[in-house]
């Protein structure tokens, strides 16, 4: 699993995050994610989407829990989409061994950025990272062919079926 760090968040986490060669785990199908770190007033967090469905998580910034608050997330977003428990462990396990490298890819760095001006909004309203994180996978991709992180989720992890999002 390969997190790529934007260079906001690539900064933090550089020095205190060991590249390490990569394990073999489980199987996972979500992977690589893109990251970067947004603040804002009060607000320190990290923004990731996986690479191929766009799934988002939002999560405090903690480079020293960086790996467990990351799990915590990808679990919550994928909960919040009604994604079968077993198929989640299986997510999770993959998740084990996480490696951290710089972001080069221009596309996903693009897509970050319009994504930090969405949980700039939404954290305005919301405190709880959750909802913001929740609300920030309805946002429409034109890139995706599902067009909403959860569609695109559904069809790479299988064939249940996503409930709309719980009330904002």
């Known amino acids: 699993m390969?997190?790529?760090c934007a260079q906001k968040l690539w900064r933090v986490v550089r020095r205190q995050v060991l590249r390490s060669n990569?394990?073999?785990a489980p199987c996972g199908l979500l992977g690589p994610w893109a990251a970067t770190r947004f603040q804002e007033e009060d607000d320190d967090v990290v923004i990731a989407i996986e690479e191929s469905?766009?799934?988002t998580v939002v999560l405090p910034?903690?480079?020293r829990a960086l790996r467990v608050a990351f799990r915590e997330a990808v679990a919550a977003a994928l909960e919040d989409l009604r994604v079968?428990?077993?198929r989640v462990e299986l997510e999770l396990s993959a998740m084990e061994h996480m490696s951290f490298e710089p972001l080069r890819d221009t596309t996903l760095q693009g897509v970050l950025r319009d994504l930090e001006m969405y949980c700039g909004i939404e954290l305005s309203y919301h405190s709880d990272l959750r909802i913001?994180?929740?609300n920030l996978n309805?946002?429409?991709h034109p890139s995706l062919p599902e067009h909403v992180p959860g569609a695109a989720v559904a069809r790479l992890l299988g064939r249940f079926r996503p409930q709309p999002a719980r009330p904002h």
């Open 61 to 63: 910034l903690s480079a």
């Open 132 to 134: 913001v994180q929740r």
């Open 138 to 140: 309805d946002v429409p």
């Open 53 to 55: 469905t766009y799934l």
């Open 22 to 24: 990569p394990v073999p």
């Open 84 to 86: 079968p428990a077993l």
């Open 2 to 4: 390969i997190i790529m």
